[in-house]
């Protein structure tokens, strides 16, 4: 496997902005600044670092993925920051999407369910210096109420409804980008918007496919293993598909924290103009 100098990486990085969020819609400068400046090689394995700039999820630890960039700067613009801003993220993961927000944001806090991807998210934030990122070992249902409340909340998974406790947690003007959906294969991202203490407006923005958004106020279930999870992969890539990330330009392998389906590789998520009250 080629060994990719820091000057190589920083170059793929500014190609895959340029090609993969840029050219498919995202316009924010702040999250394009933001997507330039993050190392997302420094969030992967070794052994799959040479693919950090393509635009697609990757493994990680337990059975998770890093997610895919594109998607990342999509759900972030749909936050409407501008700079400042005190942020709830749901599904830390590598701590990617966190690094990101911390370029935009002055407080990131971030809950991951699974303890082992806690841990090496926070040292990695530690270690590249994104000490305004906040991590927690913990339900992501449940928000994280301490803080509270929030400019902004991000989720990286998929339930039936929206956990009211990330609802109640929205400042008034904020707004909570999650996917929604009863099935896993028919979901909706939608951004809610807090517009009174008791009043809601919400937008569908993409058609999408995340993986269960387990928890309290979520899917209340075991934790999901790799082998519950086969059946679900199966109809995502299809029986005859063959994956492995050996090839130069990987397709899925692991469901992990999300998965966003397209007809092309190439073709933007389509944003959605309908909206409604609540």
Not at 88 to 103: F, H, K, P, R, T
Not at 235 to 244: C, D, F, N, T, Y
Request: glycine share 8%; hydrophobic share 40%.
């Amino acid at each position: 496997m080629e060994k990719l100098s820091k000057s190589k990486f920083s170059r793929l990085r500014e190609e895959m902005v340029e090609r993969a969020i840029f050219a498919r819609g995202v316009r924010s400068e702040l999250v394009l600044r933001a997507m330039r400046n993050v190392p997302r090689e420094s969030f992967l394995p070794t052994r799959l670092r040479e693919f950090a700039y393509d635009d697609t999820a990757l493994p990680i630890e337990e059975g998770q993925t890093i997610s895919q960039p594109y998607i990342v700067a999509f759900m972030i613009e749909a936050l409407a920051l501008r700079g400042g801003e005190k942020v709830l993220e749901i599904g830390a993961g590598s701590g990617y999407a966190a690094a990101v927000l911390s370029e935009i944001a002055a407080d990131v806090y971030t809950v991951e369910r699974h303890g082992p991807l806690a841990e090496k998210a926070a040292a990695t934030l530690a270690d590249l210096g994104y000490d305004n990122v906040h991590v927690l070992h913990g339900d992501g249902t449940r928000g994280w109420p301490a803080h509270a409340p929030y400019d902004a909340i991000i989720v990286a998974a998929g339930g039936p409804t929206i956990p009211e406790s990330l609802k109640d947690q929205l400042k008034i003007g904020g707004r909570l980008v999650i996917p929604v959906g009863a099935h896993q294969r028919v979901q909706e991202l939608v951004r809610v918007t807090r517009i009174a203490q008791s009043e809601y407006r919400r937008e569908d923005l993409a058609d999408v496919q995340f993986v269960p958004l387990l928890g309290e106020e979520g899917i209340r279930a075991r934790l999901t293993s790799a082998a519950s999870l086969r059946p679900f992969r199966r109809a995502m890539l299809g029986k005859s598909s063959r994956v492995s990330w050996r090839e130069k330009r990987p397709r899925l392998a692991e469901v992990g924290e999300f998965l966003v389906t397209y007809r092309d590789y190439r073709c933007p998520v389509q944003p959605k103009n309908r909206e409604r009250n609540r």
